[in-house]
Nanobody, 117 residues
Framework: AQLVESGGGLVQRGDSLRLSCAASGRYAMGWFRQAPGQEREFVAAIARIAGTRYYSDSVKGRFTISRDNARNTAYLQMNSLKPEDTAVYYC???????????????WGQGTQVTVSS
């Protein structure tokens, strides 16, 4: 899969941002993030066909993943952002959402999200 990410930036605590990821086809899609000195961690995913959604506990209730199948694009709406959400966010795509959640995926170029306090 070829992936092109957009969105990200510098915001303040409590603000919102939306990330987009355009894929070269229809895949299960999601996001991981990596903060400095930390391992890449799963954030959210959406299944390819049924559209079932998965979230990490740290973002559940604040982040929403969605997809536009006509555009092969996924979105991550991030609300109530916290400084601990600061990281490089990587879009991911896979044929099977379970593989994506395990990190077995194609990756986007990454986009920086910085939340100031």
């Amino acid at each position: 899969a070829q992936l092109v990410e957009s969105g990200g930036g510098l915001v303040q605590r409590g603000d919102s941002l939306r990330l987009s990821c355009a894929a070269s086809g229809r895949y299960a899609m999601g996001w991981f993030r990596q903060a400095p000195g930390q391992e890449r961690e799963f954030v959210a995913a959406i299944a390819r066909i049924a559209g079932t959604r998965y979230y990490s506990d740290s973002v559940k209730g604040r982040f929403t993943i969605s997809r536009d199948n006509a555009r092969n694009t996924a979105y991550l709406q991030m609300n109530s952002l916290k400084p601990e959400d600061t990281a490089v966010y990587y879009c991911a795509a896979s044929n099977v959402v379970e593989q994506l959640r395990d990190g077995r995926a194609s990756w986007g170029q990454g986009t920086q999200v910085t939340v100031s306090s």
